[in-house]
């Protein structure tokens, strides 16, 4: 065995015994015993007994003092007895729980259950959702008997069929396309809109004085006079119809056409007479053919013709094609 001499404490405590509390020394309460490292022996010690919770092995020689109190123990052929009692018990439970099912077959059991639980559950939330919605039979005395929606929707067919014979020739939407829905003027275009929304625009000729028979705030034309009674009795006309303050078109004040002589009673006894026989200045009615206007005292030229009507526009001696039918001021 080894020896401890001329070793110090440090360097021999660890193959020394103690017990578990290094202060208190052995006392009525069960310790472990423990080596000098602390690591637990398979022996707890008290100033009353020992206990070994590790296996004891030995021959027991050399042990004395033991007795053992065999009155609480078994014998043999007690024991023997006993257990082939609990034997026919046994086979006897065994016989009739043969049929039983065992723990694993239970287990699969329980699977398949819980699987088909599972199932019938998704079915009846499924069944749930569309059922939901679904009226109840308190909800449902509000609503009408089969007989009596008849009565009714056969009611309404009566009226409908009624109102389609009435409007079978009323203007279809497809055919109000054609129809005028708004007219609307910007300047000197007319825009025509219709029901299928294609429009038409018409650009009027709109100058002021213009020589047109239908724009013209002093007009030339006979239909067009300003202050006109009629074609024959207008104020400033200035065509053969057209004299001021004219009673007919032979007795006419201050004409200015071949057969309008100023204060004429006649055109054959005119004073001052504009006829190109008579005058000194021969007067030519015609039309302007200058969108912005001819200013008074401008040299024109003949450009055209509309009806009777010669059409007017500047004249300038620079080219023979704006000197060319030049007839005056």
Do not use: H, K, P, R
């Given at each position: 065995m080894g020896q401890l001499t001329n070793l110090y404490v440090s360097q021999s405590y660890q193959g020394l015994l103690k017990l578990q509390d290094s202060t208190t020394g052995v006392t009525g309460?069960?310790?472990?015993?423990?080596?000098?490292?602390?690591?637990n022996l398979p022996m707890l010690a008290s100033t009353s007994s020992i206990v070994i919770t590790g296996s004891f092995r030995g021959d027991g020689s050399g042990l004395t003092g033991i007795t053992i109190d065999s009155g609480s123990l078994v014998t043999t052929s007690s024991f023997n007895a006993y257990t082939s009692s609990n034997d026919t018990r046994v086979n006897s439970l065994i016989n009739a729980t043969g049929s039983y099912a065992t723990t694993s077959s239970l287990s699969s059991l329980s699977g398949s259950i819980a699987t088909t639980d599972l199932a019938q559950n998704n079915r009846l939330n499924s069944i749930e959702s569309i059922t939901g919605s679904l009226a109840t039979t308190g909800s449902l005395n509000s609503y009408l008997l089969t007989s009596s929606f008849n009565a009714y929707t056969s009611s309404n067919d009566t009226k409908v069929n009624a109102l389609i014979a009435q409007t079978?020739?009323?203007?279809?939407?497809t055919e109000s396309g054609s129809f005028v829905t708004s007219v609307t003027g910007v300047s000197d275009t007319i825009t025509v809109t219709k029901g299928n929304g294609t429009t038409n625009t018409v650009t009027v000729n709109n100058v002021v004085n213009a020589t047109s028979a239908s724009f013209a705030q002093t007009s030339v034309s006979s239909s067009q006079a300003q202050n006109a009674v009629s074609s024959s009795f207008a104020t400033n006309a200035i065509s053969s119809s057209f004299a001021t303050n004219a009673i007919s078109s032979s007795f006419a004040t201050n004409a200015i056409s071949s057969s309008f002589a100023t204060n004429a009673v006649s055109s054959s006894y005119a004073t001052n007479a504009a006829t190109a026989s008579i005058a000194n200045d021969v007067i030519v009615v015609g039309k302007c053919d200058n969108l912005a206007g001819l200013t008074r005292g401008?040299?024109?030229r003949i450009t055209g013709a509309v009806g009777d009507n010669p059409l007017f526009n500047v004249a300038s001696w620079e080219d023979d094609q704006n000197s060319a039918n030049t007839i005056g001021m």
């Open positions: 309460t069960l310790q472990y015993v423990q080596d000098g490292l602390g690591n079978g020739s009323y203007v279809t939407e401008t040299i024109v």
